[in-house]
């Protein structure tokens, strides 16, 4: 019976925020916790920003407040990009229900412009966007947070610290994107991975000569999350949305080494011992 009781309150209690990406909610529980700060991370290509505009465009159709940040785009081009979804970025941004801080062009006349990769200029004018949109519950992307560290890696986990912390207090829900390539993961995953409630990893690999795209939920605090790989498509005209599971696992990608390396051998060896050898 207590069991029960605990099971139900925990429901109650946990306010989720849907991501408008079809067939992921389920693999989180029914979306992410309000106030959360999660990472999504990736290598160019794989869909982050698709999507972070899926979350902010569902935060739009439910009357959240919202907020998107763009270091590698222009605002014109994320604009056009979400319309090819479906999503009407414009008439949200005159209806006051989105404001796209652009970090990218900073235009000296417009209100919602950086004009430099400054971690506290973005806080402040991110705090102000929210005074402008008003009261109340409200989503967050910064794409990509990987901009404001570029000259200085080391600095990376102290800045999301002190973005987590100010943040929390303007009832924000963020996803924060991240490059993640292996050769760079210091300067580039580091910083806000371990700061984070959330990590959302995307992947992508080429079978048969066709490229695919996978998410994997790798961390998401208070949520007994899925812990397999499934593949998504981005579709013109719709958007992202999960496709189904796959076979394929987290320990699948990241072999042990002298795993890797007993491969190698056997393939050279394939190679040498071929009859005809052109070499
Ligand atoms: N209208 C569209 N129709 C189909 N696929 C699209 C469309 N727009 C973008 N894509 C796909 O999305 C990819 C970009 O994904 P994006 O989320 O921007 O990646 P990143 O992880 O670098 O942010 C493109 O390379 C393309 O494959
Ligand atoms: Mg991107």
Redesign the pocket.
């Known amino acids: 019976m207590r069991r029960d009781g605990d099971v139900h309150h925990q429901r109650r209690v946990i306010e989720r925020l849907g991501t408008g990406v079809p067939g992921f909610d389920q693999l989180i529980g029914g979306g992410i916790p309000r106030g959360f700060f999660v990472a999504v991370v ?12 899926h979350f902010i465009a569902e935060g739009i159709r439910v009357g959240d407040k919202n907020i998107y940040v763009t270091t ?1 785009e222009s605002r014109d081009s994320l604009i056009k ?1 979400s319309s ?2 479906g999503f009407d970025f414009e008439r949200a941004i005159n209806d006051r229900k989105l404001v796209i801080i652009d970090a990218l062009m900073g235009h000296r006349d417009d209100p919602w412009s950086l004009h430099e990769l400054d971690v506290d200029e973005l806080i402040n004018k991110i705090i102000e966007a929210k005074r402008y949109l008003g009261y109340g519950r409200a989503r967050l992307v910064i ?2 947070m990987s901009a404001f560290w570029l000259d200085k890696p080391a600095m990376a986990r102290k800045y999301s610290y002190n973005i987590k912390r100010v943040l929390y207090r303007w009832d924000f829900t963020a996803l924060l ?1 991240s490059q993640y390539a292996v050769t760079t993961s210091l300067g580039f995953g580091f910083g806000i991975e371990h700061v984070a409630d959330g990590v959302i990893r ?1 992947r992508k690999s080429i079978v048969k000569g066709r490229m695919h795209r996978y998410v994997i939920v790798e961390k998401m605090r208070q949520t007994e999350h899925s812990l397999t790989m499934h593949e998504i498509e ?4 719709k958007g992202m949305r999960v496709v189904g599971s796959t076979e394929y696992r987290k320990e699948d990608f990241s072999l042990p080494q002298h795993v890797t390396a007993r491969m190698i051998v056997s393939e050279l060896k394939k190679l040498i011992e071929t009859p005809d050898n052109p070499i």
Request: proline share 4%.
């Open positions: 990736g290598e160019p290509g794989v869909g982050k920003t698709v999507f972070s505009i590698e990009q090819m979804f794409d990509s994107t995307f981005i579709v013109n005209g």
